[in-house]
């Protein structure tokens, strides 16, 4: 027998108490007969006995050598994505011209400019309170580890946002919410400014964070569901990174305003570039991919919610394995990034403009790192180039902390930032290729920030463990926190985690959004792609 010849699993589940003749009420099966005799004959009398539904015997040597290939295929389907990691790169995976992939449509040109000028927004706002930690406690005459409660709370709510904006994007569309989303968190960032009191600011935050959740999950889906395939590796690099040129933005605007003008005027004036995106969000189209996807269930007979039930069990695993890996990457960035700055003031006494350059630096690495990384991982594959981030990486963690002068740690900044952002710059692309048909929005959106709920405490932990954990030498009668050996230990435990994680995880690099329909009435799961 071969694989296409086994007998089916529950085949053991035959009755063994079924009447052989309407004369006799106390026959019955006897397998051990029928084994006997099925022992006896060869492999070609075999599908002859199958027939007539007798059962195998197990003690045969054909039908142990079937249990034995059905096992090795098993394991082959299982662990093959574990082995294929390690494998060179196959003759169909190319690496294009990076001029040619840049090339886009004036349409596509648009919507992506619009959704990576939407997460540079976020970044800019959420990074004021990372840049203003040490002036916001003096401020409010507060600990610094007290201030960051704000980020943690930013954090902690963006899942919020991710859920409600991502249903109302798959099912609406993404323009109009993506509208609302930027006019709102613009209000909050503008009343951030005539906070009084850090009880009133960190409410502030609070509501941003649920608006920061749901605007990553729009501009993704847009941005990943208008380009070809072929070009999604490098502008998944370019979005993600649109994190860290907010990150840049904002520590150029600390550079030249808080010295001058103080912290306050930072957030006013931050929100100029969030005005100009919702303008520019007005005439973005719905993208193709979600009009057939609305089209296909107006049409079913399912509803919404039922449509969503079937999503969870058939991807359950799936929807677990991508929170626990974003879960893992925001460790990752927050846990190097958030609480660089203060590392930088506070442990080794540089000026709030050195910290300024520091990050500046940083960040000029991290955009570097995400669009060489996302270009390349058309051609190592997604899973592959984030390996090789976390690797890279964590041979820099010495040089990112150790040195005491200022060039070297910049050295240190700028590369950790090169393989921290590169291998975030795979995850828009990653999330949204692995999403189910229909949850394009939700699923990377919801993941990302259930992630970032997850590791929301990241900044505070090293802040509060640096605290108890001071340098041996004081600094002006004062204990001076141990920040950098706290981020060392946190940062080197991450990279291991998110090495295991992307190695038995699965990738589905090409696939196409824009799908033909079946004639079926099953909803969105009933989708063909296109070969």
Known sequence: MNGRNAPPDDVWS????????????????????????????????????????????????SWQLEIGARRRDKLHRTFSHIFELFRRPGPECKLENPVKLLKLTPRQAYTFTVAF???????????????????LAASFNKD???????????????????????????????????????FLFTVIELASGFARNLPTFIGLRAIYGILMGGEWGLGNSLAMETLHAESRGIFSGILQEGYAVGNLVAAMLYYVIVPNLGWRALYWISIAPAVVTIILSYFVEETDAWKQTRETQINSSKRYYTIVIDMLKKHWIRCIYAVILMAAMNFLSHGSQDLYPTFLKKQHGFSPKQATIGTVVGNLGAIVGGMFFGYISDYLGRRRTIAICTICGSC???????PSKFGQLLA????????????????????????????????????????????????????????????????????????????????????????????????????????????????????????
């Not at 004369?23 to 599908?47: G, M």
């Not at 249903?167 to 919410?177: A, C, L, N, S, T």
């Not at 041996?472 to 926190?481: A, M, S």
């Open 117 to 135: 000028l939407g997460w540079m927004i976020d970044a800019i706002d959420f990074f004021c309170v990372s840049m203003t930690t040490t002036e």
């Open 412 to 531: 240190g900044a700028f590369f950790m930032q090169v393989f921290v952002q590169g291998a975030w710059g795979v995850i828009p692309v990653y999330l949204s290729e692995i999403s189910p048909e229909g949850f394009r929005t939700t699923f990377p959106g919801l993941s990302y920030q259930l992630g970032n709920l997850i590791a929301a405490s990241a900044s505070q932990i090293e802040a509060t463990m640096g605290e108890k954990n001071p340098l041996p030498d004081l600094r002006d009668g004062k204990e001076v926190p141990n920040y950098g050996r706290v981020q060392g230990i946190l940062i080197g435990i991450i990279y291991c985690c998110v090495f295991v994680l992307v190695i038995i995880g699965r990738e589905e690099r090409g696939k196409q959004f824009v799908q033909k329909q079946q004639n079926n009435d099953a909803g969105v799961y009933e989708l063909s792609e296109k070969p």
């Open 396 to 402: 820099f963690i010495p040089l990112w902390i150790l």
């Open 144 to 182: 610094p580890s007290e201030v960051t409660s704000a980020i943690t709370v930013t954090l902690m709510l963006r899942p919020i946002g991710a859920l409600a904006f991502g249903v109302i994007g798959d099912r609406y569309g993404r323009r109009i919410p993506l509208m609302v989303n930027l």
């Open 14 to 61: 035959i009755s063994q108490s079924n009447p052989t003749s309407a004369n006799n009420h106390t026959a019955s099966w006897q397998p051990d007969s029928h084994r006997d005799v099925q022992t006896k004959r060869s492999l070609k009398e075999i599908p002859a006995i199958e027939e007539h539904n007798l059962p195998p015997s197990p003690s045969s040597e």
